[in-house]
């Protein structure tokens, strides 16, 4: 069996060669730093099994030209980077890495809460000029705050938990309701709008569908208290970014705006933009847009980091191989298709 790990760094391919020599997996092994896409996916027409993370687009046409291939794992909870209907219908399972970062990134989501609350950006700004005023810096207190958490999935419960020991009002938007959390927490479950207009900080904690593409958007981010906070760690196109220039630049989310993941953030991460020659103009908009607010002083943006731990890193590993391991009994779990 053909195996090609992509996107891997010199410290991930030592960790699974022994792995997999532990494990007793059979097969030709390969590893490759660069992702899989058009521009390269006739390099690996012979793969059997493609284990990607996220910069890595399998699009239909990237699909058709691997003829023999018949399990794709993505090193991620989201797929949207795959095109896993296309892949259903040829037959190809299609598994993802649930779970493995659901602290992580939870705690990653109070990391930038505490930083805007707190006005931690001017704050290194300013003293790593040896300014030491205080002017300008005062902050917020997050206990008896309202928090509104949009999606109380694996890492949205950590987030209401984490809320609840800062003693925080907590509202959550989801299709389920979890009696545990009411329970536990204290938790009120309510409608979009009534959260964004209730909440003094709204966190997402979604997959991106379409369900949810610009699910706070340029209309219904007005509902939002001028002083309201927004933090996204979830996926970029689930908040229009527009929506969010228009906002602070009508002096609206005074609270601050911490993004871990936004829209065109691909055309800004290092690795990406050096390889590529040909960004769409509309992409390209989106990511002069963001240019705006990497520059105002209550946003803090991040490259995608929310995940980006030892333990976690190490988690997404492990589970991965259990992954193909599992699919090679015969057994595969993790599988994610379009209904998932």
Known sequence: MNIYFFETED?????LEK???DSGIQGSVKFTKEPLDDTNVDL???TEVAIVFIYSKLTKEVIDKMENLKLIITRSTGYDHIDVEHANKK????CNVPGYGNNTVAEYTFGLIL???RKFKPMIERTSKGIFSRDGLTGIDLMGKTIGVIGAGRIGKHVIRIAHGFGMKILVYDKVKDNELIEKYGVEYVGLEDLLRSSDIVTLHVPYTPATHHLINRFNIKLMKLDAMLINTSRGPVVEIEAIVQALKEGRLAGGVGLDTFEAEDVWIEEEYLKRDDIPAIKLK????TFY???SENVIVSPHNAYNTKDALYRILDITLDNLKSFIEGNPKNIVGVSS
């Open 91 to 94: 037959g190809i399972t299609v």
């Open 115 to 117: 930083a805007l609350a």
């Open 286 to 289: 989106k990511a002069l847009e």
């Open 11 to 15: 410290w991930e391919r030592l960790y």
């Open 44 to 46: 690996y027409k012979d």
């Open 293 to 295: 607010i990497l520059h």
């Open 19 to 21: 792995k997999i020599q």
